[in-house]
């Protein structure tokens, strides 16, 4: 069964940070692309980092360049995002998806997300 399982959301106070974990079941995902998102309430889902199957290439939103990071750990069947410096704004559920073709392109397995508060 394919499966994509986010983890490591959480409460935390600004300025703090978080490490989200992105664990594939049922295929490998050093062949795909990974791109985390994020969906706040009452907004439309935004793009927020993604990491190229081909080269390793890393994108990230403008909202969080500087802040986040994405790495792959294929040994894992694993994509992280480090997110450091957390505002109120970054609160939203947060999924991986992936992708057999690139950055921007539709994604064809999608996790259920892990919800992400950050507030004092």
């Known amino acids: 069964q394919v499966q994509l399982v986010e983890s490591g959301g959480g409460l935390v106070q600004p300025g703090g940070s978080l490490r989200l974990s992105c664990a594939a079941s049922?295929?490998?995902?050093?062949?795909?692309?990974i791109g985390w998102f994020r969906q706040a309430p009452g907004k439309e889902r935004e793009g927020v980092s993604c990491?190229?199957?081909?080269?390793?290439?890393?994108y990230y939103a403008d909202s969080v360049k500087g802040r986040f990071t994405i790495s792959r750990d294929n040994a894992k069947n694993k994509v992280y995002l480090q997110m450091n410096s957390l505002k109120p704004e970054d609160t939203a559920v947060y999924y991986c998806a992936a992708s057999s073709l690139y950055c921007g392109d539709e994604y064809d397995y999608w996790g259920q997300g892990t919800q992400v508060t950050v507030s004092s």
């Open positions: 049922g295929f490998t995902l050093d062949y795909y692309t």
């Open positions: 990491i190229s199957s081909s080269d390793g290439s890393t």
